[in-house]
């Protein structure tokens, strides 16, 4: 049975998880469950990612690149290194990562790859994300949400019914899903969030603050110098994991700038105050998500806690004082959405799991039309085709009328949001419906709306009368605006070290010969793996993550002998 591997490619932070007999499995890297979103190049221009990225972040700020989550979606061009690169491209760095590491931890391919978002991502960034795992070589078996995720993975180890809220507050955003778990059934009533909500903003206000008062005592503006700014976060983001669990934190940074010296000591209940209307706008969506799911919050029976911002202190208090439940983390925060993401892609693999999931759209659908509007005709009124949460997947149509005799075209808006007019919601995309028949106005138009399991957005526009159609995926906020994944492809490759390429330039041809046979064994290997005994099916595994150790270390005396033994195995079973 194929592994389909689960991802948290978080804000900060990114994990990666499988299923094994039935529970999901973190895979450490560098001896760490979890890695950072970070991604680099060093001095020669090599890529960095991970922790090495992270380490140089203070040291050459304008080389490394943080946050990128809060960019997907997004038209625009990071500078890294001499080159610039899309916020796909650079996520999908992070996504090989993972990948790559996951591979020398099990010993085989991994083709196939879950990947979680936030519940209040949009078209474009859910888009975003699936061309992300595509550049990294991953076929996405499925996005989805992240408090969904999480509360699979709870779901796991618990058979009793019960009303979940789960509470997801990570670097970069923020999210909060009502889930009903019912008979084995997991599903999301309702979900709320922000984008644009999360630890990186707890660390701006902190940032300001400090620099703040800096510049009283010293006179000099730390946040106008690249380096000095970016030793100033790392100094911050130190301090306020320290308030955590201390009353008090010190930001010490010498020669922070030219001569001068950091030397702050922060309290934290003057940092609590910094956040509380930030964490007031969490209570808010927590709020509008149970109107939504027309739940009461004494009928919550848990409150579970995700993401690493979520370990600030003042988080539990506020939803301990608002909703009288002690709010749980019995599962890592860190941890539980990559985990969740494993088991959503052992059941899709076919594993035997506890749970069915039944996911929501966290956003309304709809197009524009002339309509009447507080006593009047509009053009450019908003008319929802799919309401938000309602249950994925989901196809939703309607009909509309030509406004004039022998109208040939028609275009079609399509917005997301709640706003009564078309143009105060967010805009998706266009496009034209040309040729239609020359007969009076009133000629019907059937505008169909189509949400996939991923929360990705089809439209199909048809011409009742003689069925004349066309049909757009709308992948980003602007329909202009279309990744090239074939130049991407090309772009990310040349930053990535791909194996071949290490092959051809510095092992020479016979220690290619051994490489090539090795894959040869992979493959073979793999078309047997379904039809293994357990012993069998472990032996192979075993050889599988030693031939791949060995290509890795250039240690081709013990390829070697792997790949005698594989072979001589191989031929064995094949029989």
């Known amino acids: 049975m194929e592994t389909i591997v689960g991802i948290d490619l978080g804000t900060t932070n990114s994990e990666i998880s499988y299923l094994k007999d039935g529970k999901p499995v973190i895979i ?63 996520s999908s760095f992070i996504l090989s990562e993972l990948k790559k590491q996951a591979e020398n931890h099990l010993g085989i391919e991994v083709k196939k790859a879950v990947i979680t978002v936030p519940a209040y991502f949009d078209d ?44 997801d507050l990570g670097g970069g955003t923020f999210d909060v899903s009502l889930v009903v778990v019912e008979d ?58 320290e308030l955590s669990d201390n009353p008090y934190a010190k930001i010490r940074e010498e020669f922070i700038f030219q001569d001068h010296h ?37 009928d919550i029976d848990k409150i579970i806690l995700v993401g690493g911002t979520t370990r600030t202190p003042l988080v539990h208090e506020i939803i301990q004082k608002e909703f009288g439940l002690e709010p749980r983390y019995e599962i890592s925060p860190d941890l539980i959405v990559s985990m969740g993401a494993a088991i959503q892609g052992g059941m899709i693999a076919g594993h035997d799991t506890h749970s069915i999931l039944v996911d929501i759209t966290p956003h309304t659908f709809g197009t524009s039309a002339i309509d009447e509007y507080q006593g009047m005709m509009r053009p450019d009124v908003y008319i929802p085709i799919i309401n938000r949460n309602t249950p994925l997947p989901v196809s939703k149509a309607e009909v509309f009328q030509t406004s004039h005799d022998e109208q040939e075209k028609v275009e079609v ?132 993550a030693k031939s791949l ?4 270390e250039h240690d081709w005396e013990t390829l070697s002998d792997v790949n005698e033994s594989l072979e001589d195995m191989i031929f064995y079973l094949e029989e």
């Not at 690149?65 to 809060?70: A, E, F, H, T």
């Not at 150790?549 to 890795?552: G, I, L, Q, R, T």
């Open 262 to 298: 950091l030397d702050i000591e922060i309290q934290r209940l003057d940092y609590e105050e910094m956040i509380r209307p930030l964490l007031q706008k969490t209570l808010d969506c927590i709020h509008m998500c149970l109107k939504d799911a027309s739940i009461l919050p004494r």
């Open 413 to 544: 808006n399509i917005y997301q949001g709640e706003e009564s007019l078309a143009g105060d919601n967010t805009f998706i995309g266009n496009f034209m419906v040309e040729g239609l028949s020359k007969v009076p106005a009133g000629n019907k138009m059937v505008l169909n709306l189509e949400l996939d399991i991923n929360g990705i957005l089809k439209v199909t526009a048809m011409e009742k009368a003689t069925g004349l159609s066309k049909e757009v995926i709308m992948d980003t906020k602007n329909v202009q605006r279309s990744l090239d994944l074939d130049a991407a492809k090309k772009n990310v490759a040349s930053m990535l070290s791909m194996e071949e390429d290490v092959i051809d330039i510095s092992v020479g041809e016979e220690k290619g010969d051994l490489i090539s046979k090795a894959k040869e064994l992979r493959i073979r290997a793999e078309k047997l793996s379904e039809s293994l005994n357990e012993e069998d099916a472990k032996e192979i595994h075993d050889l599988l």
């Open 28 to 90: 450490n890297i560098d001896n760490q469950p979890i890695m950072p979103s970070c991604v680099g190049v060093d001095k020669s221009g090599n890529l960095l990612v991970g922790m090495a990225a992270k380490n140089q972040a203070v040291s050459d700020p304008e080389a490394t690149v943080l946050s990128i989550k809060r960019k997907m979606g997004e038209s625009i061009k990071i500078p890294l290194g001499d080159k610039e690169f899309s916020p796909e491209e650079i």
């Open 184 to 241: 084995g059934i997991v599903e999301v009533k309702a979900s709320h969030g922000d984008t644009h909500l999360g630890g990186d903003d707890f660390d701006d206000l902190l940032m300001n603050h400090v620099a703040e008062e800096f510049k009283n005592k010293k006179g000099t503006d730390l946040s106008q110098d690249v380096k000095a700014r970016s030793r100033l976060r790392a100094s911050v983001e130190k301090a306020k994991r």
């Open 549 to 552: 150790k060995a290509v890795n």
């Open 124 to 167: 474009a960034q859910r888009k975003a994300t699936k061309d992300a795992g595509a550049l990294a070589g991953l076929d996405v078996a499925r996005i989805i949400n992240e408090p969904t995720a999480a509360a699979v993975a709870y779901d796991a180890g618990h058979k009793e019914n019960h009303k979940m809220l789960v509470y």
